[in-house]
T-cell receptor
């Protein structure tokens, strides 16, 4: 069974640009959650999608957005990049929202903003 | 609001000794509790979970965790540590009583196991 696939693995962008990250969940998993991981803040919840609808949202500015497609693949977008957006962005899939199963995480996309 | 605290940034233990990584949580209702491990340049891997029932849950790689409702704790334990257990460990809670059921993670505890 293929795992959670995140692309790209590494990304370098300039301040002010925008970026799109992609996540393909495990086959059959319909819920996709996104987290930002930084050394100082740990894992911060961004949002969760299920059946193409955002079900939960964390406390991030509107520059951070996402969507989910009918095949459960998800993308997140960050516009007007700031230096502080440099982080490891992790995608996690699960069967459904509120599932008693744990997440399966991708290896992450490491974004560096210069 | 739900929250998770991992009071130790780092835990050091000698190989062969027992290890404990602490976690306390705060939720408005009944929680799902999880432990994950992260190795360098990788995503998190699921170790174990508490949903209901027996307070001692067993997971991957010989790890176990004890749920204590009165102390709102969910400490991770292993009877005999291995050097290969050295990694970053995260406790997480999913509050079933708040809309959305989002999962919140602790700040992480770095475990060093010395040979």
């Amino acid at each position: 069974k293929a795992g959670v696939t995140q692309t790209p693995r590494y990304l370098i962008k300039t301040r002010g640009q925008q970026v799109t990250l992609s996540c393909s969940p495990i086959s059959g998993h319909r819920s996709v959650s996104w987290y930002q991981q930084t050394p100082g803040q740990g894992l911060q919840f961004l949002f969760e999608y299920f059946s193409e609808t955002q079900r939960n949202k964390g406390n991030f500015p509107g520059r951070f957005s996402g969507r989910q497609f009918s095949n459960s693949r998800s993308e997140m977008n960050v516009s007007t990049l700031e230096l502080g957006d440099s982080a490891l962005y992790l995608c996690a899939s699960s069967l459904e929202v509120g599932s008693s199963n744990g997440y399966t995480f991708g290896s992450g996309t490491r974004l560096t903003v210069v | 609001a739900q929250s998770v605290a991992q009071p130790e940034d780092q835990v050091n233990v000698a190989e062969g000794n027992p290890l404990t990584v602490k976690c306390t949580y705060s939720v408005s209702g009944n929680p799902y509790l999880f432990w994950y491990v992260q190795y360098p340049n990788r995503g998190l891997q699921f170790l174990l979970k508490y949903i209901t029932g027996d307070n001692l849950v067993k997971g991957s790689y010989g790890f176990e965790a004890e749920f204590n409702k009165s102390q709102t704790s969910f400490h991770l334990k292993k009877p005999s540590a291995l050097v290969s257990d050295s990694a970053l460990y995260f406790c997480a809670v999913r509050d079933l009583n708040t809309g959305g059921f989002k999962t919140i993670f602790g700040a992480g505890t770095r475990l060093f196991v010395k040979a």
